[in-house]
């Protein structure tokens, strides 16, 4: 007998692989109510990441109505946060994907203020807050990485990673914001980095 549906997940009466095979041809609706109800530990990290590239793939697609895109962009969002919460990403890259995502949204649909994904200033608040170096430090280390070891040449990429999608939103920025010249300031470091 099957078990009924239950609201905090799928029906239990799915086996793993029949779920998972069902999400990754659901449609949107059905995605969003599933992940509504759902926790982090609820599908595989691979699982978490297929949908997220889904996702993302139907956030490209431009035969799409631009509202449909843009629900699609949370979905990655959504996506990509419940694969840092199952263990599949650390803070950084986690946090160096979600800025890549962001930055993509605004340059295709614009720029807003409203906190979501949209946001040029919480785009870039976190970036700066999941930077793990100063950008003094970040400078200094940038001078010669060639003889850095393994580990300070990953950080610097790192740091490299998160600093590139603000390339596609400084322009968005008033000339005479502050927050333009520090975002200009770390930018010119992204040459010397690895």
Known sequence: MQASHSPDGPDPGYRT??????????????????LST?????LSVQ????LRERSVGKLQDPSLDPDIRLRWAEMANATLGRKHAAGGTDRVAAA????????YTIQE??????????????????????????REQVATAAIDWRTSDRAEI?????????????????????????????????LALIPRLP
Request: hydrophobic share 40%; net charge negative; proline share 2%.
């Open 17 to 34: 692989e029949n779920l998972e095979e069902r999400l990754l041809h659901a449609p949107l609706t059905e995605l969003e109510g599933y």
């Open 38 to 42: 759902s926790r982090s530990d609820s």
């Open 47 to 50: 699982m978490w990441e297929a």
């Open 96 to 103: 160096a994907d979600e800025a890549r995502l962001r930055a």
């Open 109 to 134: 649909f614009g720029s807003s203020e409203d906190g979501g994904l949209q946001d040029t200033n919480s785009l870039i608040d976190l970036v700066f807050e999941s930077l793990t170096m100063t």
């Open 154 to 186: 990953l950080k610097l990429r790192r740091v490299k990673n998160l600093l590139n999608p603000l390339k596609q939103v400084v322009h968005l920025l008033d000339a005479n914001d502050s927050v333009k010249y520090q975002v200009e300031e770390w």
